[in-house]
């Protein structure tokens, strides 16, 4: 019998890892037209498209933007019969400037809402102020803790016992705008960047959806 009782839905039979708030998905008036930027493997957008296949999350993904050419999120996109559009920083001479091209083909495909799932690269003003308040990021650590890149690494270093991750609104600052959803993950002794990292993506493929819908139902 603890002295301390606890509340809500951490029993580990149940939930073994703690989400706050509950990842209920809030009903929407209209669906949610996104755009999703991402450089990488692609599960977190997979698992926005699949949560809007099951119809728990009311919103269309207007548009894939990568940065990546051998980027893997784009076959998944292919795969979802959802439009891919490359733009390679590479070619770009400034951060801004590909920031304008990012916000001309976010217009082009009439998004409202932008989700950077897995982008690695720092956003400037210029794309957020086209999306005011409206740019969200999904990031591996528990923030304030672990900022920036190798997020998984820094929290394995520093010896912390949980970690997890934390959809945020976007803000100049890196990965510093106001939390929406956040989930707790342990780290177990022999944990690895690798095996750490897999069991923080599950919880991160259970918050991305609920917490873009939350985000879509507060000021
Ligand atoms: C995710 O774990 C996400 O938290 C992280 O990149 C991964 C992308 O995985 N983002 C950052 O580190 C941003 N600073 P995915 O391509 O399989 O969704």
Redesign the pocket.
Same mark, same amino acid.
Do not use: K, L, R, Y
């Given at each position: 019998m603890t002295d301390y009782p606890l509340q809500g839905d951490v029993n580990p039979d149940v939930n073994p890892y703690l989400i706050s708030p509950p990842p209920e998905i809030p009903a929407l008036p209209s669906p949610l037209r996104l755009g999703v930027l &991402? !450089? +990488? !493997? =692609? !599960?977190?957008?997979a698992a926005i498209a699949q949560a809007i296949a099951d119809d728990t999350l009311n919103a269309q993904i207007q548009v894939l933007i990568y940065n990546n050419p051998d980027a893997k999120?784009a076959v998944r996109a292919e795969k979802w019969q959802i439009p891919t559009v490359l733009l390679n920083h590479r070619r770009f001479p400034h951060r801004e400037a590909l920031d304008r091209e990012i916000v001309q083909t976010l217009e082009t495909y009439e998004v409202d809402w932008v989700v %950077? &799932? +897995?982008? %690695?690269r720092v956003v400037t003003p210029i794309l957020l102020a086209a999306f005011p308040n409206q740019v969200l990021? *999904?990031?591996?650590s528990l923030l304030p803790s672990f900022k =920036?890149?190798r &997020?998984v690494e820094q929290a394995l270093a520093a010896g912390v016992k949980i970690t997890g991750?934390t959809v945020h609104r976007v803000v100049p600052e890196v990965?510093s705008g106001a939390i929406l959803m956040q989930a707790a993950v342990p780290i177990l002794p022999g944990d690895t960047v690798a095996s750490l990292?897999a069991r *923080?993506?599950v919880q991160?493929h259970r918050i991305f959806p609920p917490a873009i819908a939350l985000a879509a139902t507060m000021p």
């Open positions: &991402a !450089s +990488g !493997s =692609g !599960s977190n957008f999120v %950077m &799932a +897995g982008w %690695m990021n *999904i990031h591996p =920036g890149v &997020a991750c990965d990292q *923080i993506q991160e």
